[in-house]
């Protein structure tokens, strides 16, 4: 009878995986203060009055209902990163691009309707929320197979506050580069010197989910003495390349397969070096080395390795992804030049040719939604809004030119698009050079090796570069492109895809509850990006004014 009874239980147990969920998870966005570090005493926003913030977990087919509630002084909003939304742009949760913020005290349901397969996270999305520590990983799990899985999330942790670090940046008068500054990094959710233990069983096959949340660094990591299969590229499928390391941008996650040895009498280290590329070498500091165990049995000797002699990297380029989509035709290409420039008022600002983000008065998206025919004027969205008109259904090619000294991680939220190539490009010395810099430029142009390219949402720009990018306008919406190291974006490192606004008005409309919130805040949310009818866009504050550097 017993046994029966399980049997049964099991049965249930495991028809109840095969059916779509609903995962209600529900977040209190709080303050706390904290010391996370041992050195970072601070004020921080995290969930339920904790940190760090549990990873949320879901399966193909789910819905995941992510109620937030906002208990911050001012207004707030979450994104998922790497869901493409298609047909939700309202939930995207970009502020002021697809909503007016969650108004303090009150609470907002985004329901996320999980068709994606892969490796995400969920981040604030209204100014500094996620630097600030809003932002856990959301993994959601298939039926591919392996013995069992291990999820990295890695952060930098500063001393400073967002705003403080953004006035060091930015603020009238400052030297550019400013003063360096050298976080500690966070290895899910706790200083990286207490990394935890994994453990391998010998012969077996692990899944290892890697997430860099970080706003500013990079991370590497690889095990010693073992061969990663690198399986996934934010959330895209790729066909497994066998590499010694990854090296993770901002905002980037991967996947690798690990088969452990076949006998179990040594165990190994992971490693996890963080650092910019971008800043001064500084031993300890930049960069920094953290090293956890890789257990095969309790108390057996370490074994050391030495490194691979050429020790292999995973490049976008050598990826490819699973799907076997060929290179897209390309309608129209864009042409996009990064950099960062003194502005006549004394602050540094960042831009994309030639313009620096400013949020509208009112969420891109509503004026997509209300200006009817109009909406296909890009001026319209107004003129730090940066706005490119997109036609439904086209195929682009954007090229992400970086003539400076910092690498960029460039986010596009609602696509992912495929890397097809990279390319030299001419260095401007505006924010003066690096050596990484000048040897990139010298590199020569480069396609993508595999069978097809790979897709990701976020792809690195080095210094001295550019990277030709592709997708096809099928997700009708507001939708940003942003550099994703925070204090670029605060700099003005941004701007906006309006896709397909016919369409758009055809198919979607602003929930009750957020024309609410946008009501509440006096924010309006019919007009243009100065919040009024028509053409006029009195109101918005003047852009600031480049300073033009002789080269
Ligand atoms: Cu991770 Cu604008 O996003
Ligand atoms: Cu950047």
Same mark, same amino acid.
Request: charged share 20%; glycine share 8%.
């Given at each position: 009878?017993?046994?029966?009874?399980?049997?049964?239980?099991?049965? %249930?147990?495991?028809?109840?995986?095969?059916?779509?969920?609903?995962?209600?998870?529900?977040?209190?966005?709080?303050?706390?203060?904290?010391?996370?570090?041992?050195?970072?005493?601070?004020?921080?926003?995290?969930?339920?009055?904790?940190?760090?913030?549990?990873?949320?977990?879901? =399966?193909?087919?789910?819905?995941?209902?992510?109620?937030?509630?906002?208990?911050?002084?001012?207004? =707030?909003?979450?994104?998922?990163?790497?869901?493409?939304?298609?047909?939700? +742009?309202?939930?995207?949760?970009?502020?002021?691009?697809?909503?007016?913020?969650?108004?303090?005290? /009150?609470?907002?349901?985004?329901?996320?309707?999980?068709?994606?397969?892969?490796?995400?996270?969920?981040?604030?999305?209204?100014?500094?929320?996620?630097?600030?520590?809003?932002?856990?990983?959301?993994?959601?799990?298939? /039926?591919?197979?392996?013995?069992?899985?291990?999820?990295?999330? &890695?952060?930098?942790?500063?001393?400073?506050?967002?705003?403080?670090?953004?006035?060091?940046? =930015?603020?009238?008068?400052?030297?550019?580069?400013?003063?360096?500054?050298?976080?500690?990094?966070?290895?899910?959710?706790?200083?990286?010197?207490?990394?935890?233990?994994?453990?391998?069983?010998? $012969?077996?096959?692990?899944?290892?989910?890697?997430? +860099?949340?970080?706003?500013?660094?990079?991370?590497?990591?690889?095990?010693?003495?073992?061969?990663?299969?690198?399986?996934?590229?934010?959330?895209?499928?790729?066909?497994?390349?066998?590499?010694? $390391?990854?090296?993770?941008?901002?905002?980037?996650?991967?996947?690798?397969?690990?088969?452990?040895?076949?006998?179990?009498?040594?165990?190994?280290?992971?490693?996890? =070096?963080?650092?910019?590329?971008?800043?001064?070498?500084?031993?300890?500091?930049?960069?920094?080395?953290?090293?956890?165990?890789?257990?095969?049995?309790?108390?057996?000797? @370490?074994?050391?390795?030495?490194?691979?002699?050429?020790?292999?990297?995973?490049?976008?380029?050598?990826?490819?992804?699973? !799907?076997?989509?060929?290179?897209?035709?390309?309608?129209?290409?864009?042409?996009?030049?990064? $950099?960062?420039?003194?502005?006549?008022?004394?602050?540094?600002?960042?831009?994309?040719?030639?313009?620096?983000?400013?949020?509208?008065?009112?969420?891109?998206?509503?004026?997509?939604?209300?200006?009817?025919?109009?909406?296909? +004027?890009?001026? %319209?969205?107004?003129?730090?809004?940066?706005?490119?008109? %997109? +036609?439904? &259904?086209?195929?682009?090619?954007?090229?992400?030119?970086?003539?400076?000294? %910092?690498?960029?991680?460039?986010?596009?939220?609602?696509?992912?698009?495929?890397?097809?190539?990279? $390319?030299?490009?001419?260095?401007?010395?505006?924010?003066?050079?690096?050596?990484?810099?000048?040897?990139? !430029?010298?590199?020569?142009?480069?396609?993508?090796?595999?069978?097809?390219?790979?897709?990701?949402?976020?792809? #690195?720009?080095?210094?001295?570069?550019?990277?030709?990018?592709?997708?096809?306008?099928?997700?009708?919406?507001?939708? @940003?492109?942003?550099?994703?190291?925070?204090?670029?974006?605060?700099?003005?490192? #941004?701007?906006?895809?309006?896709?397909?606004?016919?369409? &758009?008005?055809?198919?979607?409309?602003?929930?009750?509850?957020?024309?609410?919130?946008?009501?509440?805040?006096?924010?309006?949310?019919?007009?243009?990006?100065?919040?009024?009818?028509?053409?006029?866009?009195?109101?918005? !504050?003047?852009?600031?004014?480049?300073? /033009?550097?002789?080269?």
């Amino acid at each position: 009878m017993r046994f029966l009874l399980a049997a049964l239980l099991s049965v %249930l147990l495991l028809a109840g995986s095969a059916w779509a969920a609903h995962v209600n998870v529900y977040w209190n966005v709080t303050y706390i203060e904290a010391d996370r570090t041992g050195d970072t005493h601070r004020r921080l926003i995290t969930v339920n009055n904790a940190y760090p913030i549990p990873p949320i977990h879901v =399966t193909l087919g789910d819905t995941l209902y992510l109620h937030v509630h906002n208990m911050l002084d001012e207004p =707030t909003s979450v994104h998922g990163h790497g869901l493409l939304m298609n047909g939700t +742009n309202f939930m995207d949760g970009a502020g002021m691009v697809t909503q007016c913020g969650i108004p303090p005290g /009150e609470s907002f349901t985004y329901k996320y309707d999980i068709i994606q397969r892969g490796t995400f996270w969920i981040h604030g999305h209204y100014n500094h929320h996620n630097s600030d520590g809003l932002r856990t990983p959301l993994i959601v799990h298939d /039926e591919r197979q392996y013995d069992g899985e291990y999820l990295f999330f &890695l952060e930098d942790w500063y001393k400073q506050s967002y705003h403080e670090r953004l006035r060091i940046t =930015t603020g009238p008068g400052t030297v550019f580069p400013p003063p360096p500054t050298f976080p500690h990094a966070l290895i899910n959710g706790v200083k990286g010197e207490l990394a935890k233990p994994i453990h391998f069983k010998k $012969g077996k096959t692990y899944r290892i989910r890697l997430v +860099n949340m970080a706003i500013t660094e990079w991370f590497k990591f690889s095990i010693t003495g073992h061969k990663l299969r690198v399986i996934e590229a934010d959330s895209e499928y790729c066909d497994p390349l066998e590499v010694d $390391g990854v090296d993770i941008g901002p905002a980037q996650r991967y996947s690798v397969l690990v088969t452990a040895h076949s006998d179990d009498q040594f165990n190994f280290n992971y490693n996890v =070096t963080m650092y910019a590329s971008f800043i001064p070498v500084k031993p300890g500091l930049n960069p920094r080395h953290y090293q956890g165990l890789v257990e095969y049995k309790k108390y057996a000797p @370490l074994k050391k390795v030495a490194e691979p002699k050429r020790f292999v990297w995973a490049e976008d380029l050598n990826l490819s992804s699973l !799907s076997g989509q060929k290179p897209l035709p390309v309608d129209r290409q864009i042409d996009l030049t990064l $950099g960062g420039s003194p502005f006549a008022n004394g602050q540094v600002l960042d831009i994309i040719n030639n313009v620096t983000y400013a949020e509208p008065k009112m969420p891109t998206l509503y004026s997509a939604l209300s200006l009817g025919k109009l909406a296909f +004027n890009e001026s %319209l969205y107004g003129p730090q809004t940066h706005a490119i008109v %997109l +036609n439904h &259904l086209e195929y682009l090619e954007v090229v992400l030119r970086n003539p400076n000294s %910092l690498p960029h991680p460039i986010h596009i939220h609602g696509h992912v698009f495929q890397v097809v190539s990279s $390319g030299p490009e001419e260095i401007s010395p505006s924010l003066g050079v690096t050596e990484v810099e000048v040897q990139n !430029s010298k590199e020569p142009v480069r396609n993508y090796t595999g069978r097809v390219p790979i897709s990701r949402d976020t792809v #690195v720009v080095p210094s001295g570069r550019y990277i030709k990018i592709r997708f096809r306008a099928d997700n009708p919406g507001a939708w @940003l492109l942003h550099c994703h190291m925070d204090i670029h974006m605060g700099m003005g490192m #941004v701007m906006t895809f309006v896709e397909a606004p016919d369409v &758009l008005q055809e198919t979607q409309r602003i929930p009750r509850q957020m024309a609410d919130f946008c009501r509440k805040l006096n924010i309006p949310i019919k007009g243009n990006g100065a919040g009024n009818q028509g053409f006029d866009l009195s109101g918005l !504050s003047q852009p600031p004014k480049k300073v /033009e550097i002789p080269s």
